[in-house]
Antibody, heavy 119, light 107 residues
């Protein structure tokens, strides 16, 4: 069974930093693109970033470029999201998602971790 | 960025009804479209990809069709467990983008 477990969310002040982690199991992690998708409270979904199987390619939505960094450790079956210079509008539930084979749709999702940016 | 416009934003239907949701892309995305179901308090779940391909294990009452810029998602016979919000997502272009969602309620 595929499992994705996010951790690292919490309350942070504007301008602060947070690092999210996602531990994966139940599939061959090193052969899967991985993404982070966020959802603002009561609102819709926004793709944030993705990373290629070997980490050689990373893509970001414009609103987080230069502030967020996606990374992965295939030896630990984990993907990360380093979030710097956080803003109130980054407040959301952050989901780790597995990109489906050969495409950028999402076969599996974690349960999400809440990030709240507030003073 | 590709804008994905879903309609309606919410609907209420009776058990057994046929329910249809539309998703309009701001430019041609071929058939690179997925549909997700999100039950309250849960993570999204993949239902359909490549516009019309049913994910393994998803009931056959769910279907999708369309191409280019206009897509439809149908529940052929609404069940109580289908209470959820449904989202479309295009994956033809970066950034990947979602529709605003359609909340489905049972009368």
């Amino acid at each position: 069974e595929v499992q994705l477990a996010e951790s690292g969310g919490g309350l942070v002040q504007p301008g602060g930093s947070l690092r999210l982690s996602c531990a994966a199991s139940g599939f061959t992690f090193r052969t899967s693109w991985m993404s982070w998708v966020r959802q603002t409270p009561g609102k819709g979904l926004e793709w944030v970033a993705n990373i290629k199987e070997d980490g050689s390619e990373k893509n970001y939505v414009d609103s987080v470029k230069g502030r967020f960094t996606i990374g992965r450790d295939n030896a630990k079956n984990s993907v990360y999201l380093q979030m710097n210079s956080l803003r109130a509008e980054d407040t959301a539930v952050y989901y780790c998602a597995r990109d489906c084979a050969s495409g950028w749709w999402f076969c599996n999702w974690g349960q999400g971790t809440l990030v709240t940016v507030s003073s | 960025d590709i804008q994905m416009t879903q309609s309606p934003s919410s609907l209420s239907a009776s058990v057994g009804d046929r329910v249809t949701i539309t998703c309009q892309a701001s430019q041609d995305i071929t058939n690179y479209l997925a549909w997700y179901q999100q039950r309250p308090g849960k993570a999204p779940k993949l239902l359909i990809y490549d516009d019309s391909v049913l994910q393994t294990g998803v009931p056959s009452r769910f279907s999708g069709r369309g191409s280019g810029t206009h897509f439809t998602f149908t529940i052929s016979s609404l069940q109580p467990e289908d209470i959820a919000t449904y989202y479309c997502q295009q994956y033809d272009y970066l950034p990947l983008t979602f529709g605003g969602g359609t909340r489905v309620e049972v009368k």
